[in-house]
């Protein structure tokens, strides 16, 4: 059994910055990609970032150039920072490692709530 724990949310203004964390149990965390979703209210989940366990990153349209996901396999930890925040990007921010490729299973975090508001 896999648990995702994030941190870090809160209240920012326009045009500041958060520093998302997650921490994952158990071991193997450096095999997986990992990933972070977001849901607004009335909106659907929808994927921001994603690093491969190579360190490769992806993100969506909408948050390149302002965000950045980093991973620290010695501390089974998973990074977004997010700089220039706008009010759209207020959501409850979710941690993901999908691990149904690998015969695993598909696991969350509790989330953490970004709030961007003036």
């Known amino acids: 059994q896999v648990q995702l724990v994030e941190s870090g949310g809160g209240l920012v203004h326009p045009g500041g910055s958060l520093r998302l964390s997650c921490v994952a149990s158990?071991?193997?965390?450096?095999?997986?990609?990992m990933n972070w979703y977001r849901q607004a209210p009335g909106k659907q989940r929808e994927l921001v970032a994603m690093?491969?366990?190579?360190?490769?990153?992806t993100y969506a349209d909408s948050v390149k150039g302002r965000f950045t996901i980093a991973r620290d396999n010695d501390k089974n930890t998973v990074y977004l920072q997010m700089n220039s925040l706008k009010t759209e990007d207020t959501a409850v921010y979710y941690c993901?490692?999908?691990?149904?490729?690998?015969?695993?299973?598909?696991?969350w975090g509790r989330g953490t709530q970004v709030t961007v508001s003036s």
């Open positions: 690093i491969s366990n190579f360190g490769s990153a």
């Open positions: 158990g071991s193997a965390f450096s095999v997986y990609a």
């Open positions: 993901n490692s999908d691990r149904r490729g690998l015969g695993g299973q598909n696991y």
